[in-house]
Nanobody
Framework: QVQLVESGGGSMQPGGSLRLSCVGS????????IAWFRQAPGKAREPVAA????????RYADSVKGRFTIARDPAKNMVVLQLNSLKPEDTAVYSC???????????????????WGQGTQVTVSS
């Protein structure tokens, strides 16, 4: 059974940092294209970052570029999203997604991914 489980969310002051983890079971994340999405209350889901399985590199939304970093930890079958310099507008539920046959030029499309985690809440406020 395929599962993606996120963790690491919580409450943080503006300017702080959090590290989110996405752990896979029933699939080897090294074989998959991985993306992080987020959804704030009352807003549509939006792409945050992606890391591809074919050495095509990474992609970031303009709103997080320079602040967030996505990386693999193959030994733990895990993908990490490091969130630095957090802003209140980063508040959202963050979900990881995996897809085997995803065009890198479509990384930002939710419909491109096959498996999703349940999400972890990130709250940024004073």
């Amino acid at each position: 059974q395929v599962q993606l489980v996120e963790s690491g969310g919580g409450s943080m002051q503006p300017g702080g940092s959090l590290r989110l983890s996405c752990v896979g079971s029933g699939l080897n994340l090294r074989d998959y294209n991985i993306a992080w999405f987020r959804q704030a209350p009352g807003k549509a889901r939006e792409p945050v970052a992606a890391l591809w399985n074919n050495n095509s590199g990474t992609r970031y939304a303009d709103s997080v570029k320079g602040r967030f970093t996505i990386a693999r930890d193959p030994a733990k079958n895990m993908v990490v999203l490091q969130l630095n310099s957090l802003k209140p507008e980063d508040t959202a539920v963050y979900s990881c997604a995996a897809g085997l046959y995803v065009g890198f030029n479509r990384w930002f499309l939710s419909s491109a991914y096959d498996y999703w985690g349940q999400g972890t809440q990130v709250t940024v406020s004073s």
